[in-house]
Structures are given as C-alpha cells and as structure tokens.
C-alpha cells in the first residue's frame, strides 16, 4: 500500500519541480498569512490589552494580514508572469534555442514571428491539446517534437500538405534526418525550461523584495491611519453620547473677564 504522505509529496515536487519561482511565491504568501493569523490570534487571546484597544487592533491587524498577503502574492506573480512572456514570445533567447530557431527559420521574418506562427499553427490544428497550452515558445517546441514523433507516413503527409511546415521540415524528411532535428529540439527545450526557471526564480525574489520593503510597508500606513482615525472618531462620539454637555462647556477666552456687570 503506497504511503499517502509520500504520495502528496510527490505530486508536490511535480507541481513545483519545472517551476520554482511559483513555489517561492506560494511559500511568501503562506508564510505572510501564517504571521498576520499568528499576530492576530495573539492580540485576540492577550488579556493585558483592553477590550477598547483590541476594537481597534483587531480590524487593522486583520486588514494589515489582508493586504501583506494580496499585495505579496499579486505583484510577485504579476512580475514573475511579464518577464515569463517576454521569454516565451521570444523577446529573449538563450543560445540554444536562438541556434536552433535560425536553423529551422527560412524566412526573413523575426524569430518571435516564427514562433507564434508555428505556435498557433499546432494549436489550431490540434497538435497540441487544450490543457497543454504554456506559451509561444513551449508550444513551438512541444508542437515541432509532437509533429515529428508521429508515425511517419501521418507525419510527412501534414508537412507536405502544409507550405509553412514543409519549408521548415521539409529537408529534414529529405535527408533522413528527422530524428537529429527532433533530438535538437528536446536538447533545445529542455535548456529553455532551465533558464525560464531560473528566470522565474530571479523574478519572483526581485518582486518579493519590491512588495515586502516598498510598497505593502506604504499601504499598511494608509490603512492603519484610516482605522487610527476611524477609533478616534468614535471614541469622541462616545464621549459626547455620555455627557453632551461637555461640548459646550468650554473655558472662555481671557478677554472676557473684562467684561463686568
């Protein structure tokens, strides 16, 4: 019988294992929960704080735990998702995948243009299923090494039907070396997952410092001002619920003392 907790680690490691900057996150997010609910708890259960201090300390500090929590994980995974699309559109290339586009380009058209034509070609043509949709790039290699993995006579009949995939596999199937460009393409995909993670990881680190140091410290002051100023409003209408005539018994100024009657 498999261990259940051996199980739940090892979906776990697949989850997280080609992306590490998205565990990173995950891990920020928890932790910052984990904290506020810790701080929150403690204010709650402390019997040296007054019930009036806590009306005021609970609200912001559930409001502080809100805002670490959604501004950590919204603006890290922000961050992380735009430099991940400028990979995938092509924007930057490592050198492998950069060689071995330009071997398989014959067009003058850019390299982010050859990767979102032959991208969109395998999902309109159904290469590549639905739930395997990652982006341009991964779908340019997952697409090509799908096209050429397929039985011969299925695979050449769709590239000589197509004028697009013929200029690009073309001599390939003519010079018997299919199986060279499809060992290319995995060497080539198997660097870009690497970097991208790397990537990904350099991202998410860069984006939890901006958010923990600049900009959630900004937003927690705002919102602890507003509820600062919301408990003392309340508190002054408090006080004049209970002696309304302290409003109008104020000390009058010294020039009134001139006057005499």
Sequence with gaps: MANPLQSILSK??????????????????????LSSAA???????????????????????ASDGAINVILYYTICQ?????????????????????ECIEKLKTTPNSASDFIKALSEFYR???ILKKEQRIGNLSDFYRGS????????MDRNRIIKNNPMLKSVFGRAIEENKVKNTKGMLNRALKDYNLYKNGVGVIAAVGASILAC????????????????????????????EKNPLSYYSRTLPPTFNTFKI
């Design 124 to 126: 309109h043509h159904r």
């Design 213 to 240: 140091n600049i900009i959630t410290p900004v937003a927690r002051n705002l919102t602890a001002n507003m509820f600062q100023k919301s408990a003392m409003n309340k508190q002054k209408t408090a006080e004049l």
């Design 78 to 98: 922000a961050i992380k998702k735009y430099t991940e699309s400028l990979l995938e559109r092509g924007k930057i290339l490592t050198e492998k995948s950069f």
């Design 145 to 152: 090494i799908m096209l050429l993995s397929k039985p011969a």
């Design 12 to 33: 776990i490691w697949h989850k997280y294992a080609e992306d590490v900057g998205i565990s990173l996150i995950h891990l920020g997010a928890l932790g910052w929960f």
């Design 39 to 61: 701080q929150l708890a403690m204010i709650i259960t402390n019997k040296d704080i007054d019930k009036k201090e806590k009306q005021f300390l609970i609200p912001q500090e």
